[in-house]
């Protein structure tokens, strides 16, 4: 059964930076598409970042780009969210996701694995 386990959560202060990270129990995992998404309390659950098979392509909510990097890490079957300069409104749990398909994608429906989630906490 695949498992996907994210870490690296936490309570940190506006300004500061975290790194999530999502391991892979299996190794096929390693030809999927793959990306974060977060979901604050009361709010859907909204796409943050993704990365296509190889590490080549990316793409970021317009919330996160030029603050978060998405990278992964195939020989460790691991996917990394690089969170710098948070801020309040970035609270929420996150998730990773991956998808049968090789390529990027920002929509939630097209992924067949999610992790069980990090709580990411940004005082002001």
């Known amino acids: 059964q695949v498992q996907l386990v994210e870490s690296g959560g936490g309570l940190v202060q506006a300004g500061t930076s975290l790194r999530l990270s999502c391991a892979a129990s299996?190794?096929?995992?390693?030809?999927?598409?793959k990306a974060w998404f977060r979901q604050a309390p009361g709010k859907e659950r909204e796409f943050v970042a993704t990365?296509?098979?190889?590490?080549?392509?990316?793409d970021y909510a317009d919330s996160v780009k030029g603050r978060f990097t998405i990278s992964r890490d195939n020989t460790k079957n691991t996917l990394y969210l690089q969170m710098n300069n948070l801020r309040p409104e970035d609270t929420a749990a996150y998730y990773c996701a991956a998808k049968f398909e090789a390529a990027t994608s920002s929509r939630r429906d097209d992924y067949n694995y999610w992790g069980q989630g990090t709580q990411v906490t940004v005082s002001s």
């Open positions: 299996d190794r096929t995992l390693s030809s999927y598409g």
């Open positions: 990365i296509n098979w190889n590490g080549g392509k990316t």
